[in-house]
């Protein structure tokens, strides 16, 4: 059976890369169009990824990290956030709220299969 990924982006044109990127792959692919749709997701479902992008409307990625964290079925669940932002500061925020590592956009297709793959 294929792992099931919520990807989360407010950005139309991410998800559907991601979606293509990852479904190419054999993946199951969730999307979600911010941290508040993505968390209702989450209380409802189980996936075997979360991979997020940070600056959304509503629920950035990294508070939906650390709601994702707070909820039993999701404390080991690997997430990735994959983003614009590369501060080391940003990061650090990102590693506390309990995120498994960091990807930044424009994202090579190999290196998030790839790292995907070493997560799951």
């Known amino acids: 059976m294929a792992a099931t990924i919520l990807a989360v982006d407010d950005s ?3 998800r559907q890369m991601v979606g293509f ?3 190419r792959a054999g993946y199951e692919v969730v999307e979600a ?3 508040v749709e993505a968390l209702e997701f989450a209380r409802e479902h189980s996936v075997d990824l979360v991979l997020t992008d940070v600056n959304m409307p509503r629920m950035d990625g990294i508070t939906l990290v ?3 964290r707070a909820l039993g079925t999701y404390k ?3 997430m990735l956030v994959l983003t614009t932002e ?3 500061e940003k990061k650090l925020q990102g590693k506390q709220a309990g995120a498994t590592g ?3 956009k424009p994202f090579n297709p190999d290196k998030l299969l790839a790292t995907i793959a070493k997560v799951l």
């Open 33 to 35: 169009e911010d941290g």
């Open 102 to 104: 960091w990807l930044v």
């Open 86 to 88: 590369a501060g080391p």
């Open 76 to 78: 080991f669940v690997p």
């Open 66 to 68: 650390r709601e994702l």
């Open 21 to 23: 990127t990852l479904r």
């Open 12 to 14: 139309a044109s991410m």
